[in-house]
């Protein structure tokens, strides 16, 4: 914000002004980094911690004094992090690609073609939306049990989450914003609908396409209560069920449980560092109107 | 431009629908089913009428429940608020401000449970906070923050806004990047000082982002569970001070294997999302008419 062609009497003060406004801005920024990174740090200087160092003092001991990765090995030995791990990833990594995809077939009709009962269908998904997940438990769990047989196996966390209303209503938007001569153009060509998605629309709308996958992608990561009802054998269970595993196994092994959770938190950091502007982007473009 | 009867764009929905048949509609007819069954998920559902929903009326900890869900609400205005002001404060360019945006954003996707096992530390009553509070002299002896059921609650919403700030704060971030720059120029030779000029540019030009956080953090609001199950240890809290709908849902069903009666609940969660939806959808579009 410069206020060109302004000329502001006393500006040396005004400078000095300006510093220490700055000064005072970053005092703000870090404390609010603080309050916002406390729990995270606490858990990792908790899961480094020896066995004579206190964890329950008063006042609060911060610092360890005999840093250790025991803690991490005491949890890896007992529970199979990194198969946890592995299942994360795999379920990840299937949802993403197919609910996308499906989202992005869905998506280009409702977008850019006409055709009866277009806006009954995008109403109907949209409603969807407002649907509590939780409800569809119940029928869902009998289902998995008696009708698609994946009771305890990770591709019930696959099948039932591949349709987002969600992600075919942000695509959507995508999908709009394409002009309509490029795929008219195409048309005369002779390019048929699924080649025109394919070759044409899919490239342009990529940065969507991209903000979408990695927002599914961490909610798969994290989902909760769906995987626990579903997962019963430890090795079939994911990071956030083997967690809640861990934490009842370790009951009152703080050091070891905060190992574990740093274990499980890491990961998902680094991804969200690796892809950051991803999401800022993805989050910016879900609101337009 | 008017075009002959094709079959393709149905062939591009069929995917997204089937699946959406299956996993929603599916479920919701079952769950309506279910709700005037004796059901325990393993055996076959038997018809009881209206049973479920009698006792639902006389159900104390549905009541409760639905209390607590209801309060929970409060977690929406409070993390628009904190989320509106964060997108203020760093929407400014100092040097590093990439890096403090990020580091606001981790509890967003750090996941609900390792959260809750951290904040469930820090509340302990031997833990973190009660350490602090002691030894600065504010409380001679410790509380015991997660079994008082005055405040189980008030600290699952705290998490949820915590958890929730730094994500929707991007979102008015990008809000306000859009807001020319020209309205704030405006505001300025109008005589506004720098509150003056937020209240009267930033949040009417934040107004689409607002209408949309609104809508999905009340949504998740309603149906908060995992923060309950950690923090309360699956209990639900002392006298079910921290019991929502979700969570009693859950205990119900699978936990107590009553299916049918938790397809009651179910009902009763759908219903109250309804009815929530379209008051707040009536009272947005009511504040955007008059914009």
Redesign the interface.
């Known amino acids: ?1 410069t206020a060109t062609g302004v000329v502001i009497p006393g500006a040396g003060r005004a400078r000095a002004r300006r510093g220490l406004e ?1 000064v005072a ?2 005092v ?2 870090a404390l ?2 603080v ?3 406390f ?2 740090l ?2 990792f200087l ?1 899961s480094i911690k020896g066995p004579q160092d206190e964890i ?5 001991q911060f610092l360890p004094g005999h840093p250790t990765l025991d803690n991490y090995t005491a949890v890896l030995d007992q529970l199979p992090i990194p198969r946890f791990f592995l299942n994360s990833v795999t379920v990840g990594a299937a949802v993403t690609v197919l609910n996308v995809t ?2 992005a ?2 998506a ?3 977008a850019q ?4 009962g ?1 806006e009954a ?1 995008f109403y ?2 949209l409603a ?16 998995a ?1 008696n009708f698609f047989h994946y009771y305890d196996t990770i591709g019930a966390l696959i ?2 989450n ?2 987002s ?1 969600f992600n ?1 209503f942000l695509l959507r938007q995508a999908f709009r914003g394409v002009p309509s001569e490029l795929i008219d153009a195409a048309r005369i060509d002779g390019a048929s ?1 699924l080649r025109i ?1 394919w070759t044409i629309l899919l490239p342009i709308i990529r940065p969507s396409l991209a903000a979408v996958a990695i927002f599914t992608f ?1 909610t798969s ?2 989902d ?2 769906w995987p626990s ?1 579903m997962l019963h054998t430890r090795d079939n269970m994911t ?2 069920v083997g ?2 595993a861990l ?1 009842g196994f370790f009951s009152s092994d ?1 050091r070891s ?2 190992a574990g ?1 740093t274990m ?2 890491v990961p ?2 680094i ?3 690796v892809f ?1 502007r991803h ?2 982007r993805g ?7 | ?1 008017t ?1 002959r ?2 079959l ?3 062939l ?2 069929v ?3 089937a ?2 048949a ?7 007819l ?2 309506i089913f ?1 709700s005037f069954t004796d059901f325990d ?1 393993i055996t076959p559902a038997e018809w009881v009428g209206t049973a479920n929903y009698e006792r639902l009326i006389g159900d104390p900890t549905f009541w409760k429940a639905l209390t607590n869900s209801a309060v929970y609400l409060v977690a929406t205005p409070t993390v628009i608020a904190l989320s509106v002001l ?1 997108a203020i ?2 929407n ?1 360019r ?1 040097r590093g ?1 990439q890096i ?8 967003a ?7 809750g ?3 469930r ?2 509340f302990e009553r ?3 906070l ?3 509070l ?3 002299g504010i409380l001679s002896e410790p509380i015991q923050w997660l079994t008082d059921p005055d405040y189980v609650l008030p600290i699952a919403m705290m998490l949820t806004v ?1 958890a929730g700030v ?2 929707y704060a ?2 008015f ?3 306000l990047q859009n807001i020319p ?1 020209e309205l ?1 120029d405006a505001a300025r030779i109008d005589g506004c000082n720098r509150f003056q000029k937020h209240w009267h540019v930033s949040l009417p030009g934040l107004r ?2 607002i209408v ?1 956080v609104a809508v999905i953090s009340s ?1 998740a609001a ?2 908060v ?2 923060e309950i ?2 923090l309360t240890n699956r209990t639900g809290g002392v006298l079910e001070s921290g019991t929502t709908i ?1 969570f009693y ?2 205990r119900q ?2 936990v107590l294997s009553n ?1 049918g009666y ?2 009651a609940i ?1 009902i009763a ?2 219903l109250m ?2 009815v929530f ?1 379209i008051g707040l959808v009536r009272v947005l579009e009511r504040g955007s008419e008059t914009t």
Do not use: C
């Open positions: 914000m700055t801005w970053y703000l920024l609010l980094a309050i916002t990174v729990p995270f606490w858990m908790t329950f003092s008063v006042p609060p499906v989202a077939l869905a280009y009709p409702l073609l006409r055709f009866f277009r269908i109907l998904l969807t939306l407002i649907v509590p997940a939780q409800l569809t438990y119940i029928p869902s769990f009998v289902m049990v099948l039932p591949l349709a209303a075919i609908e998605w961490v990561w994290n909760f209560l009802l990071l956030p967690l809640v934490q703080f449980i905060a959770v499980t938190v998902i950091l991804f969200f560092i950051q999401f800022v989050l910016a473009g879900a609101v337009k109107g | 431009m075009r009867f094709t393709t764009p149905y591009f929905l995917p997204a629908l699946l959406v299956t996993f929603v509609v599916y479920p919701i079952a769950v279910y998920i964060l404060v760093v400014r100092l401000i403090f945006r990020a580091l606001y954003f981790v509890p996707v750090s996941g609900s449970i390792a959260i096992i951290s904040w530390w820090l031997n833990g973190m009660n350490s602090i002691i030894s600065t915590w730094g994500y991007v979102i971030l990008a809000g720059e704030y689409p982002q949309f949504l309603l149906k569970f995992d199950y950690v979700v849902l859950w069903a699978f299916a938790a397809s179910a969660l759908l999302t309804l939806s």
